[in-house]
């Protein structure tokens, strides 16, 4: 009976993955003038030497002004804006069960300045690399509201069908006990 119960219980290792809470801009934002800096909000405290982030512009040129800055379960990006469009920010980390997340968010610059020629990366190179950041000092700043990432590669394995296979098997044990006592009797 005892396993019966243990196995209805709700699974924890799944509380143990980290995700992405909100963004500033929020994930699919369109906002007219560009921000100082990008600010992603996780679940849980972000460790910097496993986390990349990236920020890219229009035509795939870079848009972070500097290495991130990380305060608990924030890292805030310096924003080097460029021309208007879509700029995509996205982030790789582990989780404390050593589980990767990954993701990003999109926000569109409606107005820009004019991309400078000597980031465009050249047809042949690679896509910028990621960065890893520093700690960001004095990080107490009140948080806007939370917007849930659409993009997420993190597992997200669902639950339930595993709580309704065990509450099967509980069910069919406790029914072949309950025959077997009305056997004997």
Known sequence: MALGVSLLLPATPAAAH???????PADGARVAAAPARIELRFLSRVDPATTKITVVGPDNVPAAGAAPRFAGSRVAVP??????GLYIVGYQLSSSDGHPVKGEVRFTLTTGTPADPSLSPSPSSAPPSPSVGTALPGAATTA??????????????????????????????????????????
């Open 144 to 185: 806007g509201p939370a917007a849930p990432a659409a993009r997420s590669d993190d597992d997200g394995t669902p639950v339930w069908p595993w709580l309704v296979v065990a509450g099967l098997v509980v069910a069919g044990l406790g029914a072949a006990l309950l025959r077997r006592r009305a056997t004997r009797s």
């Open 18 to 24: 980290n995700s992405l809470t909100g963004s500033d």
């Open 79 to 84: 924003f080097k804006p460029g021309k208007a």
